[in-house]
């Protein structure tokens, strides 16, 4: 197993690298969908019936899968021989990153459920505000993986 991860390793990053651009791409689109949700979109309309379908085909159908995939590469390459030094910072910097890169995702499916429900409370404001958050957690993780100061 170990010698097929050295061997399959440029692979196994690109595929990595790939399913981070799909799962990025939801986690930027979601909250946006729920701003618009929240302030155009009462209980019971056809608006609302809308915006729940696509909340929900775009997390089921491309977030969690891509996270998945982001996840299980993303170890492949944590196990395969000489890719990370647990001495230096950007291991720790990436993995606090990406943490809260998958509570964020995990926030954004409570909070579909909550719309389905017709129980949101949260304003627009609040999903402008989180939709930030998914861009610092980028910026931190890409600058450790790659840049990997100190
Ligand atoms: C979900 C859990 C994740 C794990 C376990 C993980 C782990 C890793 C590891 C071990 C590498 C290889 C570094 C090397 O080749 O030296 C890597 C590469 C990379 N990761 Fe992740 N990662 C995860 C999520 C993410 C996320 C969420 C992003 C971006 C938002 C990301 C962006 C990257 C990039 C851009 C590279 C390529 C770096 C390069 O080619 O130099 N990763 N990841």
């Known amino acids: 197993m170990i010698g097929f991860l050295s061997e399959a390793y440029p ?10 651009i799909a799962w990025m791409a939801g986690l930027f689109y979601l909250p946006r969908l729920f701003v618009y949700h929240a302030e155009n979109a009462p209980p019971g309309s056809d608006t609302d019936a ?20 982001t996840w299980v590469f993303g ?51 609040t999903y402008r505000l989180m939709n930030e958050l998914p861009t610092v957690l980028l910026i931190i993780i890409v600058v450790s993986v790659i840049v990997r100061p100190g």
Do not use: S, Y
């Open 75 to 125: 170890l492949c390459l944590v196990f395969t021989p000489g890719v990370i030094d647990w001495t230096a910072i950007w291991p720790w910097t990436k993995t606090a990153g990406v943490l809260a890169m998958t509570w964020f995702h995990h926030w954004l499916g409570r909070r579909r459920k909550d719309f389905a429900r017709g129980q949101n409370t949260r304003p627009g404001r």
């Open 11 to 20: 692979w196994i990053r690109a595929f990595h690298v790939i399913a981070v």
């Open 50 to 69: 809308l915006f729940q379908t696509m909340e929900l085909r775009l997390l089921r159908l491309i977030m969690n899968p891509a996270m998945i995939v």
